[in-house]
Each structure stands twice: as structure tokens, then as C-alpha cells.
């Protein structure tokens, strides 16, 4: 939250990018964690107060910039920060992966969202894909901590893209289960398949998968055979990620539902992936010409 | 100051035809977002105010729904004396160049002109902007900076900073007391900032216009998201303020209920105008934002802000926006000038056209199904009900719909307050001076009525503001 002359605030321009402002959310922490995925850390004391594992914020990372949905991997109430990650895909994400500790953003909004429900549970899977482990974390906490019993599977393309893995071990899991694409990794393959034996052995009675649609889909798919609920962390496009725009919706269970508010965790079951899918790449074009551009201008000439 | 008396009663008023608003030419402006309507100069003012007969009984005043003392600012333009009338309208108003852009005086004051009744009433509304533009032109120092209050040591925080947000704020700090305005994006304004356009209103004057609020002392926090970041409770409680005013608009856009409204291409007038507006997607790259930008547009419904939608459509560069309404322009609840702009900017009308289905290919909108309908019997609403001509669909070729269909209540602030009285359709229930079932709180606009104009939720912000002055002072 910020304070200021409402004037600076309507009158920025990507020109005047954050210079002179005193209200902005300070970086404290970075860490590079693959090629292109990355660690964050921001003081934002009012948002870490409320936030809850399955919970996300709105950021933005200067004046002209876009407003983006990013899920918690971590915060502190007592010190006042909260953590996510990101992997560089576009303009603004690129534009975050240059700032440093130090740096400041100047918008962080939140906490948004209903957390997701992670007690009373008995024996769950909680599936994290890719960057999607950043979101699984808190939620395996969460989880663990309110007494389940809880399996994580961590997948990723290769090796490098495993994140968080130190973390989920300090974690009092039932078991950590490590898969990737290429086998450089745990297991060869992809989540589904150890996600299949758990509902085989009947020793899962639910499971939560986040990570990209793609996952997500041929994760409820998986568990629908076993009757075997799977709630599900969307990630659609989001403006204002309060309601207001209509931008994030998802048909689920042949209803129209707002991610922002109704989610962003639904019962995967009844989630219409191909549509969500659809309406995640509409920009893709338009971001890619936007972070061209950026290129251009930046250093880093990626 | 707050000059009553009117022009001398002995100067014989104009009878000359309403002074017309200069405006860019149609062709010129619908290829950009400057502003449409110029404004008058200051020899148009003189002459259209010289127009008013300075009624020994106004009507205007009672047709205001602030009461602005229209006689008095009026009579002021006559005398040349800017400055007072400037005072004399912040005396009810704090954001005359706003109102002066948006308000529909043609339903209100200029209504109640005596000078109406023979179809050409004074132009108070452009007369208002005159003025406000005016203030706005000075430097900050130089502008009319409405008296504030003795502290009253009691602080109030204010949910929202759009129309009723800010006049409830603005006349809080008069009566002393500490304003801290809570707004959720990161800019402020409200509907002024995302949903109406530059073209209609620039985001500068919005800008202005808040920025001598502040001067008066009212602190505004972005990024602040009540329900979220702070409960009701907790501002009444650890946050220290006595009272809240809810002026949080009615966010959550509606759409059609028909097949095909998620394909990619299907926008809220909401997230249309949010792009453009508040994100600036019309400035892309260069601002960060995409919006997509169709070549054929249909905009579903018949309010301001589908003209607001097509309008900008059509500055983004597509060839052909269809107006797609299921009753006649008779009916249509959008200001006429508002429809007469967008006529000349080529925006097509479909009227008796009602959207049964949004088709597609590849996820994306390639047309719209569409029947024609017919006018019935008058419904509840006093309008003739449109009814489907059986047999009569047909599609409209298009790559782009934007549904602007009006907006429910948001509930995210109601489920974080379960205290709240709500009504069934999820509005705050609030009486006249807008107090609520819950002590200290009190709501105002659109949370409380359902969608309605700027200038309706400035006025239950500023009786939300008397009456919770009322109450503080009560309460000690």
C-alpha cells in the first residue's frame, strides 16, 4: 500500500519509471534458481499480514507497466515480506528478472484470492509442475502442518528446472517424489505417472496439482478414473484481479466463474482446460512484439 | 465565500440560441484519444450565460442533484467574476470539471431551466466546465481551495475513490475531520480513472481535480484492497478510524448468459475500457498493456458506456462497430450527445437485434447470431418490452463483441463483513444518509443503488458525509 499526490500517480509514464517515488514495495531478496526462473522478495507488511497458502497479489513493476497475477511461495507476517516466483516469459517478467535487491516495485496488491482449503485433509498428493512448485509449496505446508499426510510430486522438463527441492524435503512430507522429462532427475516420465500409482494403491484421498494448464488437465484426467477429487490452482489472464474485469473467466462445471474471485482453486473435474488454455494465449503475439522491444533497449540481448 | 445574489436585475438577458460546444471534427477525432468537446472560450461563456434569465426563483438549483447554486455561478460568469464562481460551485462540488464533462444535466438542471420549456435551456453544464477548466488552468496556489475544517480529531476512512469516494472525502476534511481514502488499483478515481475515456474526459483533469483534494489534507492509499489487505473491522479498530464510508462502487461486470461467451476476442465493456483507460493499452508498446484490437466490432447494449466502448473501438483503429441493442434509440438509456457523437463517428446502430450465440473458429470470435426483435407491451420499466420475431436470425460478421450489459454488486468486501446487511442482489442496504446495519459505517453510489451516474454518487457521498459528521459529533 502507498500514499502519494494522486497527480504523480495518474500522470506516470513509463519516461519517469519509479524515479522520485518514496512509496514503492522494496526488494529484499532475489535468487536466480534456473536460467530463467527467479526468487523474489518484497516488503509489503500490510499484504504478508493476511496472506494464506493459495492466495496471489497483483504487481506491478513501474509506471506504464502491466498489472500481472503472481501466486505466494512464501511470506512472513512477523517480518513483514512476502516471496513469489517467475519464471522470464514476457516484457514485465523480464523487466522483474533485472531488478535487485535494493529495487523497488511500484505496486503490490493483495492478498487476493480464497486460500485454498488445506484442513482436515487425510492422505493427499499435491502435485507442483515447473514453476507451479512455488504455489505447492505453502499449500504442502499448510497442509502437513494441519495434520495430512501428504505426498509431493515435483516435476519439471530436466534437472535444472526442479525447484524449491531443498525446501519441500525440510517439509513433514509422507513423501517427496521427484520426476522429470528427461530423467536427468528423480524419475523419468511425466507427474502423472506416480500420481497414478498413489490412486492405484488407494493411498491418496484427494490431490491438488498446480503448474501449467497442460498438467493440470491430464492431472484431473488421471484422478477421474479413481474418483479421486483434484482441485486445481488456475492461472488465467487477470487485470485488476478484484472482479471487476471479467478477464480471468473459466467455465467450470458449465458455469462461467471469475478466477479472481470464485478461485483460483476449483475442482479440476469440472474445469474446462481447452478454454482456459484458448484464452491464456491471446496476448501471445502482442507480448512477444512487447518484449522485443524490451530486448532491444535492455542490455541483455536475450 | 458564497455569493446568494444573482447578476444586477436590471440587465436585460440574451435571446440568442444556445451557444453550441465547439467539438473536433468527427473524421479527425475518431482516429485518436484528445478530447472530443473543446469547451467554450471566454467570449462563449459570456454569451451563453448572458442567456440566463437570473430567476428571481430558481428551478435549476432543486433539478442539481448536489444543489449547486447555479443562479449565483452563473450570474458570476455574467460579471466577469471567474474566481466566485469558481467558490460558489466548490462550495457543493468538489470536481466541477468532472461534472461539467459527464454529468447528464439534460436530465437535471438544464431540465429545470425556465428556458427549457421552449427547447433551448442555458447551458449550465458546458458553463460549469467553463469554470472548471478555468480553476484548473491556475497554478495549484492560484486555484479556489475550498476552506477546511477545524480538526475534529476524529478520523474516517473512506472505501473507494471514485465519484462518491471523493465527495464524501472532500466534505469530510471541511467539517475537520481526517480523511484517509482507501482505492484498490493502483491510481485513483474509479470509474473516472477506468471506465470513461480520455476522449470524454481526460485523465489529467481527474488527476487535477484529486490533487486539490489532497492540498486540502485528504490522504489517498493505493493498492489497498478492503475485504483484503484490511477488514472493516480492522479500520474500525486497530487501523483507529471512527467511521467508514463504503463507496465502492458496483464492480463485477454481467455478461449475456449465451454460448460462445468465453472465446477469445468476447470482452466486458469493463476490461475493454480498463485496458485502454486506466492501463493505456492504446499507447501499446509503449505502454505495457495489450488490448486486441479487432477490425469488426460488435458492442452489446444501449447505456454510456457501450458508447463509451464503440467509441474507442473505433479510435483503435477498427473499420466497422456495430451498436447492438435490443430495443430502439427511443430507448436507449444513453445521453443523447453521447449517441449523437458516436453517429458521427460512424459507430453503426443495430436497433430490435438481440445476441443469441457468439460464434467461432479456433477459439477465437469470427460472428454473432443474432434475432430481430419487435416492441410489445410496456414492461415494468414503463419501456415497450422487445420481443424475438420468431424465425428472423441472422450473423453479424465480427471478431470482436464487447458486452456492455451494466454491472452486479462485487462481493468481495460483503463476505469479508458478514455484519453487512446486503439486499438480495447482493447491495449494500443503506438508509437516506446511507448508515448502515453496522454502526460507524456508513455507503454511498453504486454499492448502495445499483449503476447510476457520477454526479448521483457524488450526492450520497456528500449526505454519507453530513450525516456521519452528525454522528461523530453524537457519539462524543
Known sequence: MRSGNAASILFGTPENFSEGRLDMFPIVHKRQLSEAVFEMGVEAPAVARKAKAGQFFMLRVAEGGERIPLTFSDWSAEEGWIRFIFMRVGKTTHQLSHLEAGDALADVVGPLGVPTHTEGLGRVAVVGGGVGAAVAYPVARAMAESGAQVTVILGARNADLIILEDEFRALPLRELIVVTDDGSAGEKGLVTAPLKRLCEAGEIDASMAMGPAIMMKFCAATTREFDVPCTVSLNPIMVDGTGMCGACRVTVGGETKFGCVDGPDFDGHAVDFEELMSRQRVYTDLERESDAEYSKECSCHL | MSPVEGASPRRKPSRAPRTPMPERDPVARAQDFSEVSLGYSEEQARAEADRCLQCAKPTCIDGCPVNIDIKSFIGRIIEGEYAQGVAVIKERNALPAVCGRVCPQEEQCEASCVLAR??????????????????????????????????????????????????????????????????????????????????RLPKSIVASEIEMLTVMGVTIQTDAVIGATYTLDELLTEQGFDAVFIGNGAGLPLFLGIPGENLNGVYSANEFLTRVNLMRAYEFPRADTPVWRGRKVAVVGGGNVAMDAARTAKRLGAEEVFLVYRRTEAEMPARREEVHHAREEGIEFMMLCSPQEIVGHDGWVTGMVATR????????????????????????????????????????????????????????????????????????????????????????????????????????
Not at chain 2, 479556489?144 to 471514485?162: I, K, L, N, Q, Y
Not at chain 2, 476534511?173 to 470513461?196: D, K, N, W
Not at chain 2, 458525509?465 to 457519539?475: E, F, H, T
Open chain 2, 118 to 199: 421552449k427547447g433551448e435551456p442555458v447551458a449550465i453544464g458546458r458553463l460549469e466546465r467553463f469554470l472548471g477548466d478555468l480553476d484548473l488552468a491556475c497554478d495549484l496556489e492560484e486555484r479556489c481551495r475550498p476552506a477546511v475544517g477545524e480538526d475534529s480529531g476524529f478520523r474516517v476512512a473512506v472505501v473507494g475513490s471514485g465519484p462518491a469516494g471523493l465527495a464524501c472525502a472532500g466534505e469530510l476534511r471541511r467539517y475537520g475531520h481526517a480523511v484517509t481514502v482507501f482505492e484498490s488499483l493502483h491510481a485513483p478515481g474509479g470509474v473516472l480513472s477506468y471506465g470513461i475515456p480520455e476522449f
Open chain 2, 373 to 476: 426483435m419487435e416492441l410489445g407491451e410496456p414492461d415494468e420499466s414503463g419501456r415497450r418490452a422487445p420481443v424475438c420475431v420468431v424465425g428472423s436470425e441472422f450473423t453479424i460478421d465480427c471478431d470482436t463483441v464487447i458486452v456492455a450489459l451494466g454491472t452486479r454488486a462485487n462481493p468481495l468486501l460483503a463476505k469479508a463483513t458478514p455484519d453487512l446487511e446486503l439486499t438480495r442482489r447482493g447491495y449494500i442496504v443503506a438508509d437516506e444518509d446511507g448508515a448502515t446495519s453496522k454502526p460507524g459505517v456508513f455507503a454511498g453510489g453504486d454499492i448502495v443503488t445499483g449503476s447510476a451516474t457520477v454526479i448521483l454518487a457524488m450526492g450520497a457521498g456528500k449526505r454519507a458525509a453530513r450525516a456521519i459528521d452528525r454522528w461523530l459529533r453524537d457519539r462524543e
